[in-house]
C-alpha cells in the first residue's frame, strides 16, 4: 500500500527499540502496528560501554552496529507479521541508529547502524543518519522530532508545547502562529534509570514509585539546576555525555539517602522541562507529554503542578499513544527524505536552512 512507512527509535535509555509500522498517506498518521524490542544485555552493556572512551573501539562499535541492526530487523520482521503486510508493501524504513557520542560542537554524532545490513535483512529500503546533514550545516543534529511534532500537533486554536521524555527530555513549542521552536531542555529518565539501577538493580522507577517514597534534597536540587547546561540558551542538544552518573556525582556530598537522590532526581526531571516551558513557551496554554517518562506517573503529577494553570496531558489524547511518538516521527523523516523535503527547523537545530536529512540504502 502506498504510504506505509516503518519507524524505528532507540533512543538514550538504552532500553531497546520501539518500531511502528504507519500510513502516512494522509496528512493525519495512522498507526497499523507497533512493537518493542529489548535489547539482550550483553547487546545493552556493549552499547553502554560505547558511549565512553575505550580500547578497540572502532571494531567493537562496528560489530555492536551489525547486532543492533539484526534487532531492528527482528523489529521490522515482528510488526509486519502483527500487521499482516508484505515486505514489498512498505515504502521504507527511517531507522535512527543508536547514539554513542552526540558531540555537534565538533561537527559529529554517532549513531550506530548498519544501514545495508538492515536493507539486506528486511528487503525494504533504509533511511538513517538523519543527524549528520543537519549538522554540517551548522546545527545540532538534534531534536529532530519538533517538524514532526508541528506537522501532527500544532492548532490554530490552542498554543501547545510538546514535551518529550525520553533519556534526555526535550520540548517544542507549538504557538497558534510564528515560528516553532524547540530543543533538548535537561535530562529525561536518564538519571532516573542509572540511579535506580545502581541501588535497586531495576532498570527503571516504574511509575516513580521509588522517588515518590524519598524526599527531595533542597540544596542539591540547587546545585544541578544551577548547571551550565540548564543556563544556556538555545539551540542546544543533550546526550549521555552531558548528563550521567559522574556528573551527578560531582553534586552529591556523599551523605545522602539514595532513596532522597532519587526523590531529587525526578525533581531535576519534572524542573528543567517546567522551567524550559516556563521561559520558551511562556504563552502555551497546553502542554503534552510523550516518551517512556511520560508513563512516568510521579514526574507527571510533579509537572502538573509546576506547570499549573496550563494542562498537562499526553499526547495519547492527541490521538497518538505516547510511547509511539519518536518511533513514528522517524517514520515521517523517512518520508520527508523519500519526498525530498526537509525534516530539520533551522530554528530549533541552528542549522543554515531546511535540509533533506538521511542516507539511503535501496531495497
Ligand atoms: N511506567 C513507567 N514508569 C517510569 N518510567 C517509565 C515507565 N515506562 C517507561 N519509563 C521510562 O521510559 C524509558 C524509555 O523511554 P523512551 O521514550 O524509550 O526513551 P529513549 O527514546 O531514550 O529510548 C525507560 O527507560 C524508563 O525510564
Ligand atoms: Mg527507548
Not at 24 to 47: I, T, Y
Request: glycine content about 10%.
Amino acid at each position: 500500500m502506498p504510504g506505509l512507512y516503518i519507524g524505528l527509535m532507540s533512543g538514550t535509555s538504552l532500553d531497546g527499540v520501539d518500531a511502528v509500522l504507519a500510513d502516512l498517506s494522509e496528512p493525519v498518521p495512522r498507526l497499523v502496528a507497533h512493537a518493542h524490542h529489548a535489547f539482550a544485555p550483553a547487546l545493552h552493556v556493549e552499547v553502554a560501554s560505547l558511549n565512553r572512551q575505550g580500547n578497540d573501539e572502532l571494531r567493537r562499535a562496528a560489530l555492536a552496529a551489525n547486532e543492533l541492526s539484526r534487532v531492528y530487523a527482528a523489529a521490522v520482521g515482528a510488526i509486519l507479521k502483527i500487521a499482516a503486510v508484505p515486505v514489498n508493501g512498505v515504502e521504507a524504513v527511517g531507522c535512527h541508529g543508536q547514539t554513542v557520542r552526540h558531540q555537534p560542537a565538533d561537527g559529529y554524532s554517532i549513531q550506530l547502524i548498519n544501514g545495508a545490513l538492515l536493507a539486506e535483512l528486511t528487503g525494504i529500503t533504509v533511511v538513517c543518519d538523519f543527524r549528520g546533514r543537519d549538522i554540517a550545516a551548522g546545527g545540532q543534529g538534534a531534536p529532530l522530532v519538533p517538524a514532526f511534532h508541528q506537522a501532527v500537533f500544532a492548532r490554530n486554536d490552542e498554543h501547545r508545547a510538546i514535551v518529550n521524555i525520553g533519556g534526555i527530555s526535550n520540548v517544542t513549542n507549538l504557538p497558534i502562529a510564528g515560528v516553532v521552536t524547540g530543543f533538548d531542555c535537561g535530562p529525561g529518565n536518564l538519571l532516573l534509570d542509572a540511579w535506580v539501577q545502581r541501588h535497586l538493580n531495576q532498570p527503571f522507577d516504574r511509575d516513580g514509585h521509588w522517588a515518590k517514597s524519598g524526599r527531595t534534597i533542597p540544596d542539591l536540587l540547587g546545585r544541578l539546576k544551577a548547571d551550565e547546561y540548564f543556563r544556556r540558551a538555545p539551540p542546544k542538544s543533550a546526550g549521555r555525555e552531558t548528563f550521567n552518573l559522574e556528573w551527578l556525582e560531582k553534586y552529591l556530598a556523599g551523605s545522602e539517602a539514595a532513596v532522597d537522590v532519587q526523590a531529587t532526581l525526578l525533581a531535576l526531571t519534572a524542573h528543567g522541562i517546567a522551567d524550559a516551558i516556563k521561559h520558551f513557551c511562556a504563552a502555551a496554554t497546553a502542554v503534552y507529554g510523550c516518551g517512556g517518562g511520560a508513563r512516568n506517573i510521579e514526574l507527571i503529577k510533579v509537572l502538573t503542578v509546576l506547570l499549573a494553570p496550563r494542562r498537562v496531558r499526553l499526547t495519547d489524547e492527541l490521538g497518538i499513544d505516547a510511547e509511539q511518538v519518536e518511533a513514528l516521527a522517524f517514520a515521517w523523516l523517512a518520508q520527508q527524505t523519500l519526498t525530498s523535503k526537509a525534516g530539520n527547523l533551522p530554528a530549533v537545530t541552528g542549522a543554515r536552512g531546511p535540509r533533506i536529512l538521511g542516507a539511503i540504502y535501496c531495497a
